[in-house]
């Protein structure tokens, strides 16, 4: 099994987000994969876990400890099959990224996950998978918006659940907490 962990979006960037997923369906028939995820920024990609239970303790702790954050983005982008929306970088993402890490591998000795560490880009998912990766960048060039100006203070943390099989219908919303509380 594997859990992931993220900061929910404002009720602005979640509609933001499901009407540019439906656009993209409607001009690629991708499909809405990326949807059966409440609308997210990233703070750790899944990674192994052997209990949920702990996993489960791990986070209504850790939620506790960090503070709400504030959040900027500035444009969609593409990488690969993916079409998201850019997070601007700033200290306290880096830092809860990093905390995030160095927790759960105390807990869980192989929690690491694809792209951790000081590379990590903070994104939200708005659509993904169902095209190869050139059929993407067309696609892209439809829907970009180079010039975002959301701002909101993230208040709510998520933690995911997924089977090891990566695929529709493998992840849900297991639980959300209110950050620092």
Known sequence: ?????????????????????????????????????IPHISLKQPCKIEDIDKAEKYFDIFSKK????GIKIDSTYN???????NVVENAE????????NSGLKEIFQNSSALYDGDSYHFHA??????????????????????????????KKIVMFYCDEEYG?????????????K
């Open 1 to 37: 099994m594997k859990c992931s962990f993220a900061l929910l979006m404002s009720d602005e960037i979640h509609n933001y987000i499901r009407k540019k997923a439906i656009k993209i369906d409607q001009l690629s028939r991708c499909g809405l994969f990326a949807s059966q995820f």
């Open 66 to 69: 960090i503070q709400p954050i």
């Open 79 to 85: 990488w690969k099959n993916i079409i998201g929306l």
């Open 93 to 100: 993402l880096r830092n809860v990224h990093n905390m995030l």
């Open 125 to 154: 998912t708005i659509s993904m998978g169902g095209l190869d990766n050139s059929e993407f960048k067309e696609i892209y060039k439809k829907v970009k918006d180079e010039n975002l100006h959301f701002e909101f203070i993230a």
């Open 168 to 180: 529709k219908g493998s992840f849900i919303t297991y639980k959300i907490n209110e950050i620092g």
